[in-house]
């Protein structure tokens, strides 16, 4: 036992100067249970204090997504089954999506978020969107962000000629949970190729997304993909939470255990001594949400997507200051409220 918290303190005492974590370290820290748990809070909410100087920003409303495949995917994973995608304004079609920003814009919109379905090698088809994507942007000026699944640095090259903002992919950091839950034979060095080729291409935002829990609810490889994005200089480290969605192969699996989503945030701020770590908007409600928010504040993450209100009632009690986006907007991108002024 002596061991263990010496060898806890000394993780931390090197992690709150700023020199990062290293894989073992991040692993040893995902298995602190009772005290050492609580050192991790304590430490991690110390160092995001110096990082944010006390701020943590809480976006109200996210920008709309859009579908660009309409209701159809051609990969039908286990965790959604093209569930999400009945969430989304479908686009289709370049003239479709055209003409669904022009409305965005209208309402006062500032911002749209390109997703959808998937082809069957994962990747999302933006690629067939090259020049509705250059006429938003020349027509409305709008922030454009995408789900890309994981792109070739040829097509990142082409978004971002076309005026795409942000890339906001997935990362995954074994071959078992993309086999699991995807269906498909991706790996680490996939994800680390794709990460390569989208800092190549010159993007000015790469948020990578982190999904605790995706492997059927087990905790573990979300260490290894923090790892792997720490490799390149992310503008926003954005964590997630399995969902167990009705109607899928994973409708009974339980969620993540708050304590280890509270564990990866803690964990990925430590990492990344220099970076945002976002609580992005897919996360289980209810009583499991409540408990999420209040411990991604009491353990000092920079954002929130959506916050509950135990997330207001925590950042409250712990003396943060908070500033609320109440437009809609994105905690993926760390300039982007900048850049819509």
Sequence with gaps: MKNGLERIDKILRKAVKGFGLTLTEALFLLRTEGKDFDKLIQASFKFSTKKTRGIIRFYEKAFPPVSLTGYECE???????????????????????????????????????????????????????????????????????????????ETSKLLVEAGLDAFLPDVVGDEETPQKVYGLNLGPKTYETMLKGMVKAGIKNISPHVCVGLNFGKVGSE?????????????????????????????????????????????????????????????????????????????????????????????????????VFHQNMCCCAEEVEKTLK
Excluded at 76 to 90: I, S
Excluded at 235 to 254: A, C, H, K, L, Q
Excluded at 303 to 313: D, G, L, W
Aim: charged share 25%; proline share 9%; aromatic share 4%.
């Design 223 to 323: 260490v290894n993909a923090l790892k792997l994005i720490s490799k390149f200089n992310p503008t926003v480290v954005v964590i997630t939470v399995f969902i167990p969605t009705p109607g899928t192969p994973m409708e009974n699996v339980p969620p993540p255990r708050p304590e280890d989503v509270a564990k990866t945030i803690a964990i990925a701020n430590l990492m990344f001594p220099k970076t945002p770590v976002s609580l992005g908007c897919v996360r289980p409600g209810g009583t499991h949400r409540d408990l999420v928010d209040r411990l991604a504040v009491k353990v000092g993450v920079s954002k929130i997507a959506v916050p509950s209100r135990s997330a207001y009632k925590e950042a409250e009690r712990l003396g943060l200051k908070v500033k």
């Design 75 to 153: 990969l039908d994973c286990n965790h959604c089954k093209k569930h999400y995608l009945m969430h989304m304004t479908p686009t289709e079609t370049p003239t479709k999506l055209v003409k669904v920003c022009e409305g965005f814009h209208k309402k006062g919109i500032k911002g749209v978020l390109l997703s959808g379905g998937s082809r069957k090698n994962g990747v999302v088809p933006l690629d067939s969107f090259l020049d509705a994507i250059k006429t938003v942007k020349k027509r409305f000026n709008m922030f454009i962000e995408a789900h890309t699944g994981p792109i070739n640095h």
